[in-house]
């Protein structure tokens, strides 16, 4: 059972142009969701993270919009610049709880391209 | 760089060997993590601790897998008697009590041949 599912698979974007990355989760006791960058050969970078008590939150280019009742997410990214080319992960968890509720679960990942 | 670290890198071995990779975490982040992952696919978990006790294992960490942490600080993954299914890449993440940010380590390549 994928409890986070992501889209696109792919997605190539001009320089300068808006990224958008879509989550949809399934478990609603996940509250706290994350976005991953990486890069070829390096391991996941905390990019930007919300929790289900507000709806937006940006970070300079980057920008999570949370819909709990239709329990998804997504990212964007503004300005695209071609060094934002990486793989980007959305996940999700709980944050209380014990046992494996710390754990992350993943989706299957995007793979952005910006064209310069 | 006081980041995760992990040793070594890559790996290469043949079918049937026995493998063993160390995460370093961040100095004082009492919460460690394994995650593997394979090519196309998002981080799966596969084990956690806090401090030196393993609290949670998934189904994929077969009987062939094993994880130490002692005394909280470094932790080890062995792999026994290895399978072509078990190249991937196998990731390290630790936190510090509630922050919630898992900082994950470059990871190591395993390739059974």
């Known amino acids: 059972q994928q409890q986070v599912k992501q889209s696109p698979q792919s997605l190539i974007v001009q320089k300068g142009g808006i990224s958008i990355i879509n989550c949809a989760y399934e478990?609603?006791?996940?509250?706290?969701f994350p976005w991953y960058q990486q890069f070829p050969g390096k391991g996941p970078a905390l990019l930007i993270a919300?929790?289900?008590?507000?709806s937006e939150k940006k970070e300079g280019r980057f920008t999570i919009s949370f819909n709990k009742s239709a329990k998804q997410f997504s990212l964007h990214i503004m300005d695209s610049q071609p060094g934002d080319s990486a793989t980007y992960f959305c996940?999700?968890?709980?944050?209380?709880?014990?046992?494996?509720?710390?754990?992350?679960?993943f989706g299957k990942g995007t793979l952005l391209t910006v064209n310069p | 760089d006081t980041g995760v670290s992990q040793d070594p890198r890559h790996k290469i071995t043949k079918r049937g060997q026995n493998v063993t990779f160390r995460c370093d975490p961040i100095?004082?982040?009492?919460?460690l993590y394994w995650y593997r992952q394979t090519l196309g696919q998002g981080p799966e978990f596969l084990t956690y601790?806090?401090?030196?006790?393993?609290?949670?294992k998934s189904r994929l960490l077969s009987d062939r897998f094993s994880a130490e942490r002692p005394k909280g600080s470094f932790s080890t993954l062995e792999i026994q008697r290895t399978e072509q299914g078990d190249s991937a890449m196998y990731l390290c993440?630790?936190?510090?009590?509630?922050?919630?940010?898992?900082?994950f380590g470059p990871g190591t390549r395993l390739t059974v041949l």
């Open positions: 919300i929790r289900p008590d507000v």
């Open positions: 100095s004082e982040h009492n919460r």
């Open positions: 993440a630790s936190e510090y009590g509630f922050t919630d940010t898992q900082y």
């Open positions: 601790f806090q401090n030196e006790a393993q609290l949670e």
């Open positions: 478990n609603t006791a996940f509250d706290y």
């Open positions: 996940a999700a968890r709980r944050r209380r709880g014990g046992g494996s509720n710390y754990k992350l679960t």
